[in-house]
Each structure stands twice: as C-alpha cells, then as structure tokens.
C-alpha cells in the first residue's frame, strides 16, 4: 500500500492541473470540481491494485475522472426536486413531497382556440419555463419535440414509472400555473 500511496501522490502533483482544468469546464462550480478530482484520486487509489500499466496513468486518471463527473450529474439529476415553481406551487405538495388532492374554480374547456391565442402560448410557455429543469425537460422533450415516452426515459436515464410521476406533477402545476396566469373565476382573463 506504501507503493501505492507514493505512486499516487506523485500522480497528485503531476496531473491535477489537468485533471481539475477539464473539471471546471464540465461541471457548474470550482468546488464541485475540487472535489470530483480529489474524489478521482482517492478512487485511483482503492483501485491501485488494478492499474496494469497498460494504459498511461493519466488516461487511466482521466477514465475514472470522466466516470466521476457522470456519476456527479446521474446523482444530480436523481435528486428529489424541489417544486417551488413560486405562486404555482403553493399549497400543491404538502412537506413531504408529496402530492395533495387538488380543488380547482376553474371550468377547463378542451376548446382548441386556445392554441391559437398567442397570448396564451405565451402564458404557457413562461409555465414551462417556471418548472423545475427536469419537468420542464420532460414536458418539453414529450410535447413540444413530439418525443414518444420511452425515448424520453432513454434519453434521461429514467423508469417509466418516474417519466409518469413527473408528467403528472408536471401537468398540475402547469395547469395551477395556468390558472394564475391566465384564467380568472372560471374565464379567460
């Protein structure tokens, strides 16, 4: 283990320019960058033991590094989201996350002269942008792309069952959102 250590310490001082110098450009901040690289480092070295030297070391750094980085952003993107879509929100979702039954005043037509109201294209467009990254990702990818469901979970790495659970709360904070932005007591303001 002795060898091992001083072989990575030396690595240390070699390649951690390069190493935290293609960080920064992958990921949002220097400190999350800091730390994938020195979590790079330490993988290398509970993983010593299996460096053939087949490969240079700073490939291998970099391997480990570029799977560090995916590793990042897949814990990332699986995080519990936070919906706070501000106004829209509120009141939708008790403390746990989890979903109250909705009550709505408002009269939802399916009439398609909606659709050719700029005004509320408009308003349904800033509703998308309101949502969180991966709703608005998912909504976005199904029906402004046209994307069928199961390219969308290929495409984010998700189950079926989450690509519905997002879509459901998807679609009732837009349509909360909706009614705050643009219907009013049963009609269109």
């Keep these: 283990m002795v060898a091992a250590t001083d072989e990575i ?5 070699e390649y951690t320019t390069d190493l935290y ?14 730390d994938i690289v ?18 240079a070391p700073k490939t291998w750094l970099f391997s480990i590094l570029k799977n560090k980085i995916a590793d990042y952003y897949r814990q990332k993107y699986k995080q519990v989201e936070n919906f706070s ?3 829209a929100a509120d009141g939708l979702f ?24 700029p005004d509320f294209i408009q308003a349904l ?18 029906y402004l792309d046209g994307t069928d469901s199961q390219r969308v979970c290929q495409k984010l790495d998700i189950s079926q069952v989450n690509f519905w659970q997002i879509m459901h709360r998807a679609k009732l904070l837009l349509k909360t959102c909706l009614e705050n ?5 049963g009609s269109i303001s």
Aim: aromatic content about 10%; overall charge negative; some cysteine.
């Design 94 to 117: 008790d403390e746990n996350g989890r979903l109250k039954a909705p009550c709505s005043s408002i009269q939802w037509s399916t009439d398609e002269e909606l659709l050719d109201n």
């Design 125 to 142: 467009h800033h509703c998308i942008e309101a949502l969180p990254k991966k709703m608005s990702t998912v909504v976005e990818l199904k």
């Design 21 to 34: 110098a293609y960080t920064v450009s992958k990921v949002p901040d220097k400190l999350t960058a800091e």
């Design 9 to 13: 310490s030396s690595w240390v001082k």
């Design 38 to 55: 020195q979590n790079t480092f330490l993988s290398a070295l509970e993983s010593f033991h299996r460096f053939e030297s087949k490969s």
């Design 85 to 87: 879509v501000g106004d």
């Design 181 to 185: 932005k643009w219907f009013k007591n």
